[in-house]
Structure formats: structure tokens, C-alpha cells
């Protein structure tokens, strides 16, 4: 349904917007990751004194400037007693496989097109030949000859009638 007018439906792609969105988030969460070395971010916190709002921001845009983009990995030496608290992922809680197959499983059931047809990834995990073979045979019954027979009748209304009456 439509949640903006529940008298109209959706086409199949317009339903699918967010699984899109949701893809697209989940690859961008993922080359931040992988940009910052797996780490999500850093807690430095002062060992001893208070630090004003002034000084823990120019103690971050130190941090980050010599921990982030060509300084990747280069070890710091901070003026004062720090504490450094990682907030840093496994490999295994670093995998969105999970997370990217599910819009690509839901594009695949809306359209109606098998994902291993297709070639998605949620598709190709369980894939052979043999059922390459038949999903391809119900991706073009299931798919392909209803969507043509859909542009047909469209041709047929439409566009036939404006070269006269159509004879065979």
C-alpha cells in the first residue's frame, strides 16, 4: 500500500526504496570501517586534570589529524597523560554480508527473478548448475513471458490503433 494514499499501491520498485536505502547505508557503514581500520572511534579521556570543551577539541583535531587519512596508523605522542579507550570490532562482528543480503533477497522476491539469476550474492550461496538451470527456466516463465505479454496488450491498445485496423 501507498502510506501516503492507501486507495493506490506501489509499483514493486517504489516498495523497494528502503531495501535500496538500506543497501546503500550498510556499504557506506562499511568503507567507513574499513577507512578507519576497523575502528569505530577512540575515547581519550584525561588521566588527571579537567579539560576544557576548547582544549579536548583541539586535543581531537590532533588526534584525528595525525590518526586518519595518509597518517593511518602512525603512532601519536600526545603533551599529556591520556587514556585510550578503543572501540574496535572482530573481524567476525565486522561482517555485513548478512546485513547486504537481505535487500538483495527482497529486490529479488518483489521482481519476482530468482537471486541466483540474477547474480546477487544471496543467490550464488546456495547455487549449482542444476539450480541455475531451473531458476533461470522460472525467471523467464515467471518473469519474462508475463512482462512481455504485459507490453504487448499495451502495444496492442495503444499504440495498433493509430495504424488503422490491425489485420492478422
Known amino acids: 500500500l501507498d502510506p ?8 514493486p520498485l517504489a516498495s523497494l526504496v528502503r531495501e535500496v536505502y538500506t543497501d546503500e547505508e550498510a556499504a557506506a557503514f562499511s568503507a567507513s570501517l574499513l577507512k578507519n581500520m576497523g575502528v569505530p572511534g577512540i575515547i581519550l579521556s584525561p588521566d588527571s586534570e579537567f579539560v576544557t570543551s576548547v582544549d579536548a ?3 581531537k583535531e590532533r588526534f584525528k589529524n ?3 587519512g595518509s597518517h593511518r596508523g602512525e603512532p601519536i605522542v600526545m603533551n599529556a597523560q591520556m587514556k585510550a579507550t578503543v572501540l574496535s570490532f572482530n573481524p567476525d562482528q565486522m561482517n555485513l554480508k548478512d546485513m547486504r543480503r537481505l535487500p538483495e533477497e527482497r529486490v529479488a522476491a518483489v521482481m519476482g527473478i530468482p537471486a541466483i539469476v540474477v547474480g546477487f550474492g544471496a543467490g550464488m550461496d546456495r547455487s549449482t548448475f542444476a539450480n541455475y538451470a531451473e531458476a533461470r527456466e522460472s ?3 515467471g518473469f519474462v513471458i508475463p512482462t512481455q505479454r504485459l507490453f504487448a496488450s499495451d502495444l496492442k491498445t495503444q499504440l495498433l490503433p493509430e495504424f488503422g485496423e490491425a489485420k492478422g
Open 66 to 68: 595525525a590518526t586518519t
Open 4 to 11: 501516503y494514499n492507501p486507495r493506490k499501491g506501489l509499483s
Open 139 to 141: 525467471a523467464y516463465e
Open 57 to 59: 577539541e583541539q586535543i
